[in-house]
């Protein structure tokens, strides 16, 4: 009889870190897309070639960029929807809030408070953030605002997001579920999500939530929002370059 070795001794999990700790940024990563300007081109030319349209995938597209402009410029949107990108986002929950009112051709998943322990990361703008809101709702800008505001916001910030945490460890050491204790927690909690969208769509939430000289609608958007909009949209201007030449030369209205 031989003996059977002894398992070997397992490492002992690593305690996580929930110290808070704070952020100023947003990540955005494309994860999976199947975009480019011929898909635009083979799903406009169905309507006069039927199946020869697909002749357009061996084409290359910069030979037709003049259609792609005129879709564009005379709001001919379905055939700017024959696409997919996949982003993932690092984000404050109150971005996320904003986010998901864009509902037609968006898909979302978002983690879950109630089936995993959220970890203490935190929402504290930076100095290059504007603090001060001047003027009557609907025709205003914002202002810097002083060192000692900043220093304010920062310190307020802080202090609410540690008490909270604190709190939520609280509960959840009691046996709390994790779905009740998550209540206490505050829209600067950062989460993560997946956002999925075609070039029509992501043209119609940069129209909103982006600000750009050459906009012929001007917009207004909350600064966290629009820094995850300049990060998608320099993800989509790689991919599908006519195409977004043309939403930039007609104004950046969605067609």
């Known amino acids: 009889m031989t003996d059977t070795p002894a398992a070997a001794p397992q490492e002992p999990e690593a305690p996580q870190d929930l110290r808070p700790s704070f952020r100023s940024d947003v990540t955005v990563e494309l994860v999976k897309h199947s975009a480019a300007d011929s898909d635009v081109l083979w799903a406009a030319r169905v309507s006069t070639a039927g199946e020869q349209s697909l002749d357009e995938l061996r084409?290359?597209?910069?030979?037709?960029?003049?259609?792609?402009?005129?879709?564009?410029?005379?709001?001919?949107?379905?055939?700017?929807?024959?696409?997919?990108?996949?982003?993932?986002?690092?984000?404050?929950?109150?971005?996320?809030?904003?986010?998901?009112?864009?509902?037609?051709?968006?898909?979302?998943?978002e983690e879950s408070g109630r089936y995993r322990e959220l970890q203490p990361v935190f929402y504290v703008p930076d100095a290059s953030r504007k603090l001060v809101q001047e003027g009557r709702p609907g025709k205003y800008v914002f202002a810097p605002g002083t060192e000692e505001q900043h220093k304010l916001v920062s310190r307020s910030m802080e202090d609410a997001y540690v008490r909270a945490y604190e709190a939520y460890q609280e509960m959840l050491a009691a046996g709390v579920a994790r779905e009740v204790a998550r209540s206490v927690l505050p829209v600067g909690l950062y989460s993560s999500m997946y956002a999925t969208c075609n070039a029509r769509s992501l043209m119609h939430f940069l129209g909103l939530r982006t600000q750009h000289e050459l906009a012929k609608v001007p917009s207004f958007p909350q600064r966290e929002i629009e820094m995850v909009g300049e990060r998608m949209e320099a993800e989509w201007a790689g991919l599908m370059p006519l195409t977004y030449a043309a939403f930039n030369k007609n104004g950046r209205v969605a067609p």
């Open 59 to 109: 084409k290359d597209p910069e030979r037709s960029k003049g259609l792609i402009n005129y879709l564009m410029r005379d709001r001919h949107g379905s055939p700017f929807e024959h696409n997919s990108m996949t982003f993932f986002i690092s984000a404050p929950i109150f971005v996320f809030r904003e986010f998901m009112r864009h509902r037609v051709g968006w898909s979302y998943n």
